[in-house]
């Protein structure tokens, strides 16, 4: 079979299986990784020995190493930024944060602290927590100035949405990262510089744009939210909130350690440092080298910033370590869900890369080029591959994760076929991880459980998300792709 069919089947299986027969995307995505092996492509020489129970469990096994494999990737990873995120809630942090941001800003720009609180918040917290958080924010500033709630809902969506999409340790960009073999301090930096500009388009431009052309829509009762659970939020005492500095760190320090060692190995290039500091310094170089190398790994700088977020947890409430324990727990089991469907994401990746579908596609896009090396023209067919493929994900299944798992599955083995056969991309990979990442919010409708967390949590109609929420991820998944090939051409860090 020809690669592209055996992957047109298993994206079909996937859509089928979580929309028709609502099958769990754990099962959906490993169920259709041991599919997608088990049919024989074109581009893989198979013994002819292999009886079809062979090539079953032989499938089976691969699956299931693919998984294992990723989960040890990214598993710590993911299970520790849950037990921040309920960390920072439960401790009041992020209350602490965005009202922070709100002071600075003042009520008549609340929309950019509310933008910016989703934007910082959503690195470590899931969009449907952050959303949960401000929402009852944005009511109290509609009482307080009774104008402007659709813009202060489409403020969070904009900023929760982007960094929850492009910047690690969010599931689906810590995947990207992984497969894509990105530095993490790298995507990290990038997705967080390249989604700021997105993220202010959605946020602050977007919403005076439908105000213009009539759509303004009124606060109401949300139905699907606790309206005293959400005032206890905003009537939360100054006094019983931790400090700023001490409710942004758990955020800011794994970001810093991370980003602090991609910098160094930067720099580094051929031993530049240690020329800088002089041989007489060489040991010092190590240590420091080693330090950061220590403090720097993914792993390493998410544990400490646990430490801190569950410290201020226990500060904040009096909790014992076994309340603490306690407290975590509900993080820990949602965390463990998604690391089964991330990993069985990534098992999924592997074994299309395994069809041979990415080197097919490389042959396509070796033969456009002229002389076997990059041009500007193969930049932009690459990132509409890696944009168009999530885009199609997203739109057919709803999630935003399986989306990008599959494009950057497919973009992975394209990228090392190029390499192969020696053709260099005209510019940096974290624009193929940012192109994905864009191309994961085209569209967002009813088959995404984002939809319905922004439809029922703001009191807004279903017709009524259609033309925001899902207006709005429309708009800035195009305008992110615009992003992309402009800085691409601009500034390719190649």
């Keep these: 079979m020809s690669p592209f069919l055996i992957l047109l089947v298993g994206v079909l299986f996937i859509v089928a299986s979580i929309i028709w027969l609502r099958l769990h995307p754990f099962f959906a995505l490993i169920l259709a ?19 079809w129970l062979q090539q079953t469990l032989g499938s089976f096994e691969s699956s299931a190493t693919g998984l294992g494999l990723m989960a040890g990737k990214i598993g710590i990873v993911i299970a520790l930024a849950a037990v921040i995120g309920q960390c920072l809630m439960e401790s009041g942090a992020a209350d602490r944060i965005t009202r922070t941001l709100l002071n600075v800003f003042g009520e008549k720009r609340a929309n950019w602290a509310l933008l910016l609180s989703g934007y910082c918040l959503s690195i470590p917290v899931f969009f449907d927590t ?33 960094t929850h999409g492009i910047v690690p340790p969010t599931p689906g960009p810590l995947l990207m990262a ?42 109401r009762d949300a139905p699907g939210s606790s309206t005293a659970q959400l005032q206890e939020i ?9 400090g700023f500095f001490a409710s942004i760190l758990p955020v800011a320090l794994p970001v810093i350690l991370i980003t602090a060692y991609s910098v160094w190995k930067a720099i580094d290039h051929q031993g530049a440092i240690l020329e800088f500091m002089g041989m007489e310094n060489a040991k010092l170089y190590e240590v420091c080298r080693d330090t950061l190398a220590l403090l720097g790994n993914k792993n390493l700088a998410m544990f400490l910033a646990t430490g801190l977020a569950m410290w201020l947890l226990a500060r904040s409430k009096g909790y014992s370590l076994k309340q603490l324990t306690t407290a975590i727990e509900p993080a820990l089991k949602e965390a463990g869900v998604i690391i089964l469907i991330t990993a069985a994401g990534g098992a999924f990746g592997g074994m299309l890369k395994g069809t041979g579908i990415g080197n097919t596609i490389s042959d396509m896009v070796t033969d456009y080029v002229d002389g076997g090396e990059g041009t500007w023209g193969l930049g932009v067919l690459l990132i509409f591959i890696a944009w168009g493929s999530a885009a199609v994900m997203k739109v057919a299944q709803g999630s935003g994760t399986v989306a990008v798992i599959t494009a950057a599955g497919i973009m992975a083995g394209v990228l090392t076929g ?8 005209p510019y940096h990979k974290i624009y193929i991880f940012a192109a994905i990442s864009f191309g994961a919010k085209v569209i967002s409708w009813m088959n995404d459980s984002g939809y319905w ?9 279903e017709k009524e998300t259609l033309k925001t929420w899902t207006a709005q991820l429309a708009a800035m998944g195009v305008f992110g792709l615009v992003e992309v090939l402009i800085l691409s051409y601009l500034f390719p860090l190649a």
């Excluded at 599919?35 to 020489?45: A, C, D, H, K, M």
């Excluded at 959303?131 to 904009?158: D, E, H, Q, W």
């Design 453 to 461: 967390v922004v439809c029922k949590m703001s009191g807004f109609t």
């Design 33 to 51: 990784a041991v599919l997608v092996g088990v049919l024989p492509s074109n581009e893989v020489v198979v013994d002819p020995g292999f009886s």
């Design 178 to 219: 992984e497969t894509l073999n990105i530095d993490l301090g790298q995507a990290i930096l990038g997705g967080f510089l390249i989604g700021l500009p997105v993220a202010l388009f959605g946020g602050l431009v977007l919403p005076k744009l439908f105000v213009a052309r009539g759509v303004d829509i009124p606060m």
């Design 234 to 242: 905003v009537d939360r005492p100054e006094k019983e909130l931790p």
């Design 418 to 425: 190029l390499a192969e056969a020696g053709v260099e991309l």
């Design 130 to 162: 952050v959303f949960f958080l401000l929402i009852p924010l944005a009511r109290a500033m509609f009482l307080r100035t009774g104008k402007n709630y659709m813009s202060y809902v489409m403020a969070i969506c904009a900023g929760g949405v982007i």
